[in-house]
Structures are given as structure tokens and as C-alpha cells.
């Protein structure tokens, strides 16, 4: 990008992730860096093309090519390439690891793979939302580049010989006509600092080791696992990507791409929502992944504790509340708009215990759980104990009522954590309590036809109903379970897809696409009633609706074949995990 020129956005089935757990990367087919906040998730954006502003770094080849990437195995490390008419170009790319939340390192290693190659290679950073452009340039004597953005600090190396140009608007870009001979490389490192670092980052050598040997850490090998073995690595590695050293997951790295064009479903999703990290510590300890597992417990335990039975739906990373919704003075993504801020922070989500107790339990079969994970888990309790009568806003944050599924999961985590209350004196009573949720939901949430329904005045099939089984409220033979395994697959299944509920008045698909996360629980689902093959077979459709990279957006649009929503989502991320785990062997 030079001279104030805004760069289209892709389709998002194109879009990689590159991520250190404090911030992430989108990266384009065209070598686009598009989207990228600092410091941290919920931070203003350095990097805004995305949402239709200026700031990007580009590294793209010069004339006709073909694109393609994959991701090396186990990590976030991508490798964007390139078919060109002279030959082949390949761009490796990461954000450095180990990471802190007040510096971030990209790397970018151009490789000329056959032939020689020509790339145009173009940096505007923009701090704010492009509020602040890259001010006070200079090229310091061993040929890096230093420019101030707002209140951070930039050092770009590798490329001395870039020429800048200045925008009116939004200070300086810098372009550089980068040329390599067959089999040579470039590499450009990118340092971003919040407070007044001005030392040089290590040798780029160094830089890629580290980064190489902390996924080769971060992701287990999932030896057990036979079943998308290489999908189920890269999901964690999502995970992991997601997940700050706070311990707290974002539920996904961007904000407000829309779900439906012009419908005005846009959401700020760069937040860590209690029931979306329980979903994540779950699939780890299915996995046995002990590091996430204590992530997740670490963050949910210390926001419990904190807030009781005030507990918010979604935090900051940081553990601070969730800024009010406000638009920004940006085009945004085609057919949304922008918006920064979420408005759950005034809601009252009664599921999100449950799925604490329940991500508590696990962490306990797993021996995991310390003393301050026990006064969360019994903050938990005494949150059901005190609101479950409540009306609440439920797993899909809509009007406030008394949710079926939301007194269900309470149950089901009141039953989990019981067994691990044995002895404490606990254990009869969460039980007592748990049967009586089940009582209570079954007075007013089973339909005519002897299934669970939504709410007690919304009859309709609802995907997240199967979790009543799934995590143990009522039995898997349970008539009532039977019943709504069979409804969703006859009324919310269509195309081999899976949505949440049918929304009023129109079919499957017209208002919105079809729920990843649903599929992989109806596959769950499928597996625990025993039907192996039909578990099997809706993974593999439910897990064929990602893009290039193998990222999943929230929803798949099934008739135009488009991911729809944020990206990546973490919390289908966690399911396709869990997902792989119990349907191996």
C-alpha cells in the first residue's frame, strides 16, 4: 500500500492466522498483512485493510501468479506461495515466539524456491484504526527503518533499501521493488513496541528457531488420535494461538465481519468468553493437553472468584469488563459494519456456570485442580443456587428468558463436579440440586413429542439441546435424549449441514448459515448413541467447511459455499478438537 491506496478484501476462506497469544494476524493470498491489533487482542488495530482501512504490509509478487500456502505441521508458521510466470516464490511467515504483551515480532522470509523472483513489497502501519500513520521515519545507520505510530513504536528490518513516500493523511509508507536470484532469500522483521524499547530483535535465525521449538511445545502429537489427526494438531495450535499468558482465550481474532450481509450482525468477538474457554479447556483435556487445560481453568477460576455470581459473560484478556459497543470511521467489511465493543457485558448468561463446573471436573479427573479452582467451582454452585429462576439471556446471548438448555447445563456441571465433591460433604446436596434443575427444565422444556424444547413458550428444535446428554445432565438413552438427537437431525440438518435452530418464519439457510458447532456436537452425539458411522460421517462434512488454511469461521453459508462470521472461531476450533479425540479408535 503507498500512496494513501486502500487494498480490496479477500474472501475469508482465504485468510490465514499467524498468532503469539497476545495478538494475531490475518494474512491474505496476496502477502497482505490485513488485520492485525496492538498490543493486545482488544486493542485498536495497526494493520485495518480488512475493515477498509489504509494500513497493511504487503509482500506480493510482481505480474501473474497463482496463489497457495499450507502451515508447517504442529504451528501458526505460514508459508504463502507463489506460481508466477518466471517460477515458484514463497513467503515464510510467523508472529515470533515466546511472545510479550508489550512487544510483537512478525517474520517474513521471501524465498525465490525456483527462478528468479521480483516482489513488490510495501509497509503502512497505522496505529488506532489508521488514526496514526507512521510518523517521525527514519533509517538509522545499519539500515532499519524507526517510525512512532501514535503511542507505539516501530523498527522494521531487512529493508534498507526501501524507499519511503509520504501520505498528507497518514504520514509515511515505505515500498520496496525486492528482487532474488534463484534460491535466494530476504529476511524482514518487524518489531512493534508499546513504551520506549529501542534495542534490535535478535538475528532472524534465532528468531525462527525459538518460534519453531515453542509450537513444537505448544502442540502435542495426538498419537492416539486416528481421525483427522493433522486437522485436530492444527486446531490446537489455533487454541494455543488464541490464548494469552493470562490464560484467557479469545473467542475469535477479529471484530465485526458480518454474518449476513447488509443484516446488521456484526460482533466484536477479540474478548474471552467464560463458556467458549470452558468449551477449549474441555477439548484439552480430552486431548490431554495439560497446558491449556490449566490455561482455561487458570482464567475461568480467577474471574469467578473475582465476580461470584456477578460473573460477566466474556472479559478482556486482562480480566477487565468488555467496552460498551461504538462504531468506528472505518467502510468496514463488505456488507458490515464496524463495530468495536460488545454489548454481552449487561447480560446475565446462566449456562456459563455450568460449563465453569464442567470444565472444573475435567481438570479434576485430570488432578488438576488447586485450591483456588475448588472456591471458584463452589462460587459456581452458589451463582446456580441463588439465579437459576432467573431469566437469562442463554448459550445464543438472545431476549431474556428461562433458557431449557441453560438449566440443563447447570445440571449437567453440578453432576460432573460432584463426583470430585465426594467426601467434602458437597456431594449429595450438588446432586439434590442438579436433579431438581432437571425437574424444573422438564416441567416446562419438553415438547408434546417428548423432546427437549428451547424455552417454555419457544417449542422449536434447538442443536444445543444435544449437550444435555453430551456433558451428562440426563442419560443418552434417556427418552427425552433420543428424541431431540432424532429432531435435529430431521428439522436442523440439511445439505449434511447443521443449524442451531430454525429461525422464524423462513427455512434452513435464509437468515443464516449453518453452525460448526452444532455439526460437531450432532457428530458427538451420534457417536454416544452409538451410531459410529453416522457420528463419522457428520464430522467429515461438518469439517470440510473451512477455508484454504483450514480455519472455520462461526458459520458456513452452504448454498455459496462462504465461511460467514469471525475468524477464526475459536470455540468450533475446540469442538473439531474433542470431536477427533472421542471419535479415534
Known amino acids: ?234 486446531a490446537h495450535a489455533v487454541l494455543s494461538g488464541l490464548t494469552s499468558a493470562t490464560g484467557a482465550m479469545v473467542a475469535a481474532a477479529t471484530t465485526s465481519l458480518p454474518e449476513r450481509a447488509e443484516r446488521a450482525r456484526n460482533y466484536d468477538y477479540r474478548y474471552a468468553w467464560i463458556r467458549d474457554q470452558a468449551y477449549a479447556g474441555e477439548a484439552a483435556a480430552a486431548a490431554g493437553s495439560m497446558p491449556l487445560l490449566d490455561d482455561a481453568v487458570r482464567f475461568v477460576a480467577g474471574r469467578l472468584n473475582a465476580d461470584g455470581p456477578d460473573l460477566m459473560p466474556a472479559y478482556t484478556v486482562t480480566g477487565d469488563p468488555v467496552p460498551d459497543e461504538s462504531h468506528l470511521d472505518l467502510p468496514g467489511y463488505p456488507g458490515g459494519v464496524d463495530i468495536v465493543g460488545n454489548r454481552v457485558r449487561d447480560q446475565f448468561q446462566l449456562d456459563a456456570f455450568g460449563e465453569a463446573l464442567l470444565l472444573f471436573a475435567a481438570a479434576a479427573r485430570s488432578d488438576r485442580l488447586d485450591a483456588d479452582a475448588w472456591r471458584a467451582a463452589e462460587a459456581a454452585v452458589a451463582a446456580i443456587e441463588a439465579r437459576h429462576e432467573e431469566d437469562e439471556a442463554g448459550i445464543w446471548e438472545l431476549e431474556a428468558r428461562r433458557w431449557t438448555h441453560s438449566r440443563l447445563i447447570c445440571a449437567a456441571g453440578l453432576r460432573a463436579i460432584a463426583t470430585h465433591a465426594q467426601g467434602r460433604e458437597r456431594g449429595p446436596r450438588l446432586l439434590a440440586l442438579a436433579d431438581s434443575l432437571v425437574a424444573a427444565a422438564a416441567a416446562t422444556g419438553v415438547s408434546r413429542a417428548g423432546r427437549w424444547r428451547r424455552a417454555p413458550a419457544d417449542g422449536r428444535v434447538d442443536a444445543a439441546l444435544l449437550l444435555a446428554a453430551l456433558r451428562g445432565a440426563v442419560p443418552a438413552d434417556d427418552p427425552r435424549s433420543r428424541a431431540t438427537l432424532g429432531a435435529v437431525e430431521a428439522d436442523l440438518v440439511e445439505d449434511g449441514c447443521t443449524y442451531r435452530y430454525r429461525a422464524e418464519g423462513g427455512p434452513l439457510g435464509q437468515a443464516e448459515g449453518s453452525f460448526l458447532v452444532c455439526g460437531f456436537r450432532l457428530a458427538l452425539a451420534h457417536a454416544q448413541a452409538g451410531d459410529v458411522v453416522r457420528a463419522r460421517a457428520v464430522f467429515e462434512r461438518t469439517r470440510a467447511a473451512c477455508g484454504t488454511p483450514g480455519l472455520f469461521a462461526e458459520e458456513f453459508d452452504v448454498e455459496q459455499r462462504q465461511l460467514r462470521g469471525n475468524l477464526p472461531q475459536a470455540f468450533v476450533h475446540a469442538l473439531l478438537l474433542e470431536s477427533a479425540v472421542r471419535l479415534s479408535g
Open 1 to 234: 500500500m503507498s500512496g494513501g491506496a486502500v487494498l480490496a478484501p479477500h474472501a475469508l476462506r482465504d485468510y490465514a492466522l499467524l498468532a503469539d497469544g497476545e495478538r494475531g494476524v490475518l494474512v491474505g493470498p496476496r502477502g497482505d498483512f490485513a488485520w492485525m491489533c496492538f498490543p493486545r487482542w482488544h486493542d485498536d488495530a495497526v494493520f485495518s485493510a480488512l475493515v477498509g482501512g489504509r494500513a497493511c504490509w504487503t509482500v506480493t509478487p510482481v505480474g501473474r501468479f497463482v496463489w497457495g500456502g499450507h502451515y508447517e505441521g504442529g504451528g501458526l508458521i505460514w508459508r504463502s506461495r507463489w506460481v508466477t510466470e518466471e517460477g515458484i516464490v514463497e513467503c515464510r511467515e510467523a508472529l515470533a515466539l515466546p511472545s510479550r504483551p508489550d512487544r510483537a515480532v512478525l517474520l517474513r522470509r521471501a524465498t525465490a524456491v525456483r527462478g528468479d523472483a521480483r516482489l513488490s513489497v510495501s509497509l503502512a502501519a497505522g496505529a488506532g484504526f489508521d488514526r496514526h500513520g507512521m510518523v517521525r521515519l527514519k533509517r538509522r545507520e545499519d539500515g532499519a527503518w524507526t517510525a512512532a505510530l501514535g503511542e507505539e513504536r516501530m523498527r522494521w528490518f531487512g529493508a534498507g533499501d526501501a524507499e519511503p513516500a509520504e501520505d498528507g493523511v497518514h504520514g509515511h509508507s515505505l515500498t520496496l521493488d525486492l528482487r532474488l536470484g534463484a534460491g535466494e532469500s530476504r529476511d524482514l522483521v518487524l518489531v512493534l513496541d508499546h513504551g520506549g524499547d529501542d534495542s534490535g530483535p535478535p538475528p532472524p535465525e534465532r528468531l525462527w528457531e525459538a518460534t519453531e521449538a515453542a509450537w513444537a511445545e505448544r502442540v502435542p502429537e495426538l498419537a492416539e488420535v486416528d481421525l483427522a489427526r493433522r486437522d485436530a494438531r492444527h
